[in-house]
């Protein structure tokens, strides 16, 4: 099976601080990749998929990019409201595995 | 709108069965897979397997391959996971999510709001 990875595990960070979180795949998935937020007691909600493309109706301080192994979700002013664990998922194969996540707080 | 509607929290012992459902509506349900996703207490969130509800086509991950069954009933547009006999391991939070087109592996854009399981003697 294909691994996700993800860094860093947690973050503090200030708001309107740009926040990158990175997501690695033990192999190449092309651009097979989504990410979704989870508030805490909440639903996980998609972000970003095929690595790059803003899901309707989701902030535009949100931000995919990369392709092959590598890829990165940005924020690039972190708000309050973006308190959360995100989570990377590769969708080239069965089976479609998450990233451990990466929780973010305010600082 | 399109709503995924799962059935409520459950309280379980060890050794038996259960099956819990997923109701979808607002759009043709036998179009687009299904997904089963589990989450522990804490933990993270696993893929545990997908089914097309229009043939009934199902695939599984390794993990969770033979320790779940997944079905539908297109009849009533409701999805399904089941256990024959729970273990106190099985204790999470299970969410059924949906593909945005009918192909097999791709991400999902509506997520049901999460059915708790707890397995406890």
């Known amino acids: 099976d294909i691994q996700m990875t993800q860094s860093p595990s947690s973050l503090s960070a200030s708001v309107g601080d740009r926040v990158t979180i990175t997501c690695r795949a033990s192999q190449g998935i092309s651009t097979y990749l989504a990410w979704y937020q989870q508030k805490p007691g909440k639903v996980p909600k998609l972000l970003i998929y095929?690595?790059?493309t803003l899901q309707s109706g989701v902030p535009s301080r949100f931000s995919g990019s990369g392709s092959g192994t590598d890829f990165t979700l940005t924020i690039s002013s972190l708000q309050p409201e973006d308190v959360a664990t995100y989570y990377c998922q590769r969708y080239n194969s069965a089976p479609n595995t998450f990233g451990p996540g990466t929780k973010v707080n305010i600082k | 709108e399109v709503q995924l509607v799962q059935s409520g929290a459950e309280v379980k012992k060890p050794g038996e069965s259960l099956k819990i459902s997923c109701k979808g509506s607002?759009?043709?349900?036998?179009?687009?897979?299904i997904a089963w996703v589990r989450q522990m207490p804490g933990k993270g969130l696993e893929w545990m397997g997908i089914?097309?509800?229009?043939?009934?086509?199902?695939r599984y991950s390794p993990s969770f391959q033979g320790q779940v069954t997944i079905s539908a009933d297109k009849s009533i547009s409701t999805a399904y996971l089941q256990w024959s006999s729970l273990k106190a391991s099985d204790t999470a939070m299970y969410y059924c999510?949906?593909?945005?087109?009918?192909?097999?592996?791709?991400?999902?854009?509506?997520w049901g709001h999460g059915t708790l399981v707890t397995v406890s003697s």
């Open positions: 095929d690595a790059s």
């Open positions: 607002g759009y043709s349900f036998t179009n687009y897979w």
């Open positions: 089914i097309y509800p229009g043939d009934s086509d199902t």
């Open positions: 999510a949906r593909h945005p087109s009918s192909r097999t592996w791709v991400y999902f854009d509506y």
